[in-house]
Structure formats: structure tokens, C-alpha cells
């Protein structure tokens, strides 16, 4: 049971370059979610995905687009990196509705030149 | 607009002691809180909620109090080991939206 599991664990891009960070979960949830973390600021909500089918914007959802490949499987894309994006991105997966706990991945670390 | 906020960058606490992490919130549409334990190089791993119907919530060494009428909520590990050094994160969200909106961490060391 591995839980929630990203790849890649680092990446370094240039400017205008464009990648997919992968994401899966093995416990059967609903809800997927990504989030990044930059210095002082907290884990910001970047788009999540509610139930297989469906997905919706966060609070930082400019430059990037999600894909609810099947229930298991929650991929963010940048299509024309920026600086601005380097940051630590972590996938998060919980049982659909509200008051449940999140289950984090170990995070993708990516550097954008 | 910083709607949770943790402002304390840092707390050090000697081991044995109990330590406290507060967090202060703008929007009083929460209505479930969550407290999480991140070390280095790992994704965060919850540790405790409380519903906003409840003013305090024990899990072991860890209790969460929330205070509704002051926008506060804190959690106190009692008594504090090394091993719970660590970023402590609290995040709120309301019923219904899955947007959860997380503090900027306070960064807990306990002192052996």
C-alpha cells in the first residue's frame, strides 16, 4: 500500500519548457488535489479534482492544467514554464466530502531557469 | 488576503514542556479545522481536526482548542519531544467546497 505516490521527486526546467508531474493514490479515493509550497506562503491550492470526472480551479490555478486521467491517477501540466513556478508541488488524495483528512505525496521539487 | 494565519515563523520548546502553535483565521465560513506535521523532504501528515461545533478536540499528547468568537485556534502537544520537531501546518475549510486553505507553518523544535 503506498499511498500517495509523485514522480518525478525533482526536476529542472528552462523558461518555456513544459512537463507533466504524475500523480496516483492506492486508497480508493474520490478527491485528488494540487498544491505547491513556497517560502512563507503555506500550501496553496492549485486545482482539485472532487470526484473522477470533474475538475476545478484552486486559488493559484494561472499556468498550469490537471487531468483526472481515471480515479487512481491526478496529473498537473505546465505548458510554458516560468521562474515564478519554481516551487515544492505536492499531489493529495481524500475520501469524497467534506471534514476528511488529506493523504500527501512526498512532493516533486522543480526548479524552473 | 492571508485567511490563516500562523504567526509565529518559530517556537523552541525544551522536551518534556508543552508546546502551544497558534493559528488565527478571517473567515468565519470554516467550519472544520486541521492541523498537520510536515518534516524535511516528506509531504505534510494530518495529525488532528476539530468541527466548529466542538471547542476542543484530544488525540493523545495532542489537543486542538478553538476559540470561534476570537477567529483562533491553537494546538498544544503536551508533553513535547524531540521527535515532534518538525513545520506544523493548520489549514480550515467550509462544508462542501474541498478547498482547504492551509497557514504558512510553524517551525516546532524541541530541545533534548
Known amino acids: 500500500n503506498a499511498g500517495v505516490t509523485q514522480t518525478p521527486k525533482f526536476q529542472v526546467l528552462k523558461t518555456g519548457q513544459s512537463m507533466t508531474l504524475q500523480c496516483a493514490q492506492d486508497?480508493?479515493?474520490?478527491?485528488m488535489y494540487w498544491y505547491r509550497q513556497d517560502p512563507g506562503m503555506g500550501l496553496r491550492l492549485i486545482y482539485y479534482s472532487a470526484s473522477e470526472g470533474t475538475t476545478d480551479k484552486g486559488e493559484v490555478p494561472n499556468g498550469y492544467n490537471v487531468s483526472r486521467l481515471n480515479k487512481r491517477e491526478f496529473s498537473l501540466r505546465l505548458e510554458s514554464a516560468a521562474p515564478s513556478q519554481t516551487s515544492v508541488y505536492f499531489c493529495?488524495?481524500?475520501?469524497?466530502?467534506?471534514?476528511?483528512?488529506?493523504?500527501f505525496g512526498p512532493g516533486t521539487r522543480l526548479t524552473v531557469l | 488576503d492571508q485567511q490563516v494565519k500562523q504567526n509565529s515563523p518559530s517556537l523552541s520548546v525544551q522536551e518534556g514542556r508543552i508546546s502551544i502553535l497558534n493559528c488565527d483565521y478571517t473567515n468565519s465560513m470554516f467550519d472544520y479545522f486541521l492541523w498537520y506535521k510536515k518534516y524535511p523532504a516528506e509531504g505534510p501528515t494530518f495529525l488532528i481536526s476539530i468541527s466548529s461545533i466542538k471547542d476542543k478536540n484530544e488525540d493523545g499528547r495532542f489537543t486542538v482548542f478553538l476559540n470561534k468568537s476570537a477567529k483562533h485556534l491553537s494546538l498544544h502537544i503536551v508533553p513535547s519531544q524531540p521527535g515532534d520537531s518538525a513545520v506544523y501546518f493548520c489549514?480550515?475549510?467550509?462544508?462542501?467546497?474541498?478547498?482547504?486553505?492551509f497557514g504558512t507553518g510553524t517551525r516546532l523544535k524541541v530541545l533534548a
Open positions: 493529495a488524495s481524500s475520501e469524497q466530502g467534506s471534514y476528511n483528512e488529506q493523504f
Open positions: 486508497m480508493n479515493h474520490n478527491s
Open positions: 489549514a480550515a475549510t467550509t462544508s462542501g467546497t474541498y478547498k482547504y486553505i
